[in-house]
């Protein structure tokens, strides 16, 4: 479960969530809390908490409850980054069931311990399965820097794989630990690709490869702006210094500004300046439609563009999605009269709208709301997610050269 669904399981005690995590599904009232208890221990910091999510990953596999239980135990392992799990993190590799292996990589990674050659020859043994589980064991490669003589050649195979999904792990591994960067032209291409998973993971491939020469596509790219920001920032990270960190800015504070007419588009994603298309395509799953329809929010003429604003706020300002857009456009197009819904978008804590809060610190910017200082301070210094507090620390330096 993502971190920003917390607020699912915030209601779960602890004690509670102890009590019915190794229950039988049969004596639980509600057999979903079991799951949902062992997310909410992935939350908590106790050595019991952690020593339950270790016994959850022996959990059988037949029984449909014990079998999503463990899943999500293994999942809350990696968030716990403890080095005591990964005992019991490896010896899931060796099960059947897919998605539990795959759980497990991703925790693997995320705890980040380097692994011995016996953990990483075990982690190569699992790359012959479903597509999702080849695709997470060449991530764990690039991510925890494996460079082995059988791995290389063993991922370089699957370079041309036919799904995007391996090949283009395939090829950020080997431009990361090889430096072989040309390897990522197609996936540069796969950014405009008109399926929208096909964009999705290419972003994050690319931002596994670490090539501060694929930032300006990964900018331009119509897929979300926090997946965007997050290879953003990955590669930045990889590539900075104090001498040249500064380079990067300009690229960053387009891609978080997000204006969507700076954005590449198939003319499929293009949408007519009609308010009920407009409405329509933003409620699209596709990203690149729901950008399509922003654009054109962009270009109308202005009291149209507020009369949809007004339309959209009463009835869809609770969806998330609506929510980052509409304040998106108030900020891009300086709408005064609507700065009650930056206010109100910055103010916003649930973390579902983290996206608004950083559309909204740059329409302060852009509105001069030296009113909301105290707050942008606040989130400069203490937002733990960097896309919100680098905006924060743009917008201030901005307002105070007005």
């Avoid at 909410?40 to 596999?61: K, P």
């Avoid at 897919?98 to 043994?125: C, G």
């Avoid at 609770?318 to 980052?324: A, G, Q, R």
């Amino acid at each position: 479960m993502a971190e920003r669904f917390d607020t699912l399981v915030q209601g779960l005690s602890e004690e509670f969530a102890l009590s019915i995590l190794l229950e039988k599904t049969s004596l639980v009232d509600r057999p979903s809390d079991r799951y949902f208890a062992a997310t909410r221990l992935g939350i908590s910091d106790t050595d019991a908490s952690l020593n339950a999510l270790i016994e959850a990953t022996q959990l059988d596999t037949v029984e449909l409850y014990d079998r999503i239980t463990r899943r999500k135990a293994i999942e809350a392992l990696g968030r716990r980054k403890s080095l005591k799990a990964i005992p019991a993190l490896y010896d899931v590799l060796k099960c059947s069931d897919s998605e539990a292996v795959i759980n497990s990589l991703y925790s693997i990674i995320r705890i980040s311990q380097k692994p011995t050659v016996d953990e990483q020859q075990q982690i190569l043994d699992v790359i012959e399965g479903e597509v999702t589980q080849t695709r997470a064991v060449i991530q764990a490669h690039t991510r925890l820097g494996i460079n082995s003589e059988q791995a290389v050649a063993t991922i370089e195979f699957l370079c041309d794989h036919e799904s995007a999904l391996v090949s283009g792990a395939a090829r950020a591994y080997l431009a990361r630990v090889l430096g072989r960067k040309s390897l990522l032209k197609p996936l540069i291409s796969q950014l405009t690709d008109s399926v929208a998973g096909k964009r999705r993971s290419a972003v994050i491939d690319l931002g596994d490869a670490e090539s501060d020469e694929t930032l300006d596509a990964i900018v331009c790219a119509p897929v979300s702006m926090s997946l965007r920001a997050k290879s953003a920032f990955q590669i930045i990270s990889s590539n900075e210094n104090h001498v040249n960190r500064k380079r990067f800015d300009p690229l960053i504070k387009k891609l978080l500004i997000d204006n969507p007419l700076g954005l590449e588009y198939r003319p499929e994603w293009q949408c007519s300046q009609n308010a009920e298309q407009i409405e329509k395509n933003l409620s699209h799953r596709d990203e690149a439609k729901q950008y399509g329809a922003a654009a054109s929010l962009m270009l109308i003429e202005k009291n149209e563009c507020l009369d949809i604003i007004s339309s959209m706020e009463e009835r869809l300002w609770s969806d998330y999605v609506t929510h980052y857009y509409l304040t998106m456009i108030v900020g891009l197009r300086a709408f005064h009269e609507k700065s009650y819904l930056v206010r109100s978008a910055l103010a916003e804590t649930t973390p579902q709208y983290a996206k608004s809060r950083v559309a909204a610190a740059w329409a302060c910017l852009s509105l001069g709301l030296n009113d909301q200082l105290e707050i942008l301070h606040e989130l400069s210094e203490n937002s733990q997610w960097i896309p919100l507090r680098w905006s924060c620390q743009q917008v201030i330096d901005g307002l105070a050269e007005c």
